[in-house]
């Protein structure tokens, strides 16, 4: 069965660090992997798609399939970035995205 | 264009009760799926529906139904509440066209609360 993991619970840097945040999935078929980001009081809503390879809010996320993972990366971290970040897979075969627990990131300034 | 609405916003009912919950998908969207998020979890698949049928379906009991309109809405109704049922409930809608998979787009979510 598909699954995602996102170690980190809790994720904390300060304004101007460089930031990862770590996905891996499981999945017999071929990954289409998405990262979601909740702002507080927000919707939940799309950061980005792996292909699309495009760089969001400076955000960008590579597909590396011999190690399963798929993480979040930010050269320079902003305050505004403090927000809960979902890593989520697309199974075409169940139509659904499942999702992994999530990471809460604080950027400190 | 209009993005993905739900009610109600918040929902308080008693264990053994029913409760009904809506959404109305983006608009030129086909496809509208239902999540359960508990406290500090991700959001669970529940079922998805496409073109008034359901197209897929997570590891939830029978007791969690729904329906879509021919407007794309759709419906979310859960039976005999339990008390683990209290969750923030998500839609999210999307195009089902050439490409099978498409972004889904989130709704604000439904709190229901079970006493």
């Known amino acids: 069965a598909q699954r995602v993991t996102q170690p980190e619970k809790l994720l904390s840097v300060f304004k101007g660090a460089p930031v990862e945040l770590k996905c891996n999935y499981s999945?017999?078929?071929?990954?289409?992997l998405f990262w979601y980001v909740q702002y507080s009081r927000q919707r939940l809503q799309l950061l980005l798609r792996?292909?699309s390879r495009e760089s969001i809010k400076g955000f960008t996320a590579d597909l590396n399939k011999g190690e399963t993972s798929f993480h979040l990366k930010k050269p320079f971290a902003q305050e505004e970035d403090s927000a809960m970040y979902y890593c989520?897979?697309?199974?075409?075969?169940?139509?659904?995205?499942?999702f992994g627990e999530g990471t809460q990131l604080t950027v400190n300034p | 264009e209009t993005g993905v609405t739900q009610s109600p916003t918040h929902l308080i009912k008693t264990r053994g009760q029913q409760v009904t919950l809506r959404c109305s998908s983006q608009?030129?969207?086909?496809?509208v799926s239902w999540y359960q998020q508990a406290l500090g979890q991700g959001p669970q698949f529940i079922f998805q529906?496409?073109?008034?049928?359901?197209?897929g379906r997570g590891n939830f009991p029978p007791r969690f139904s729904g329906l879509q309109f021919p407007n794309y809405s759709s419906e979310l109704n859960v039976n005999a509440l339990e008390l683990d049922d209290s969750a923030l409930y998500l839609c999210?809608?999307?195009?089902?066209?050439?490409?099978?998979?498409?972004?889904?787009?989130f709704g604000p979510g439904t709190r229901l609360t079970v006493l």
């Open positions: 608009s030129g969207h086909n496809t």
């Open positions: 999945y017999s078929g071929s990954p289409e």
């Open positions: 989520a897979l697309f199974e075409t075969s169940g139509s659904r995205l499942t």
């Open positions: 792996h292909i």
């Open positions: 529906y496409y073109r008034e049928e359901e197209n």
């Open positions: 999210a809608s999307s195009l089902i066209g050439r490409a099978i998979t498409d972004t889904q787009y």
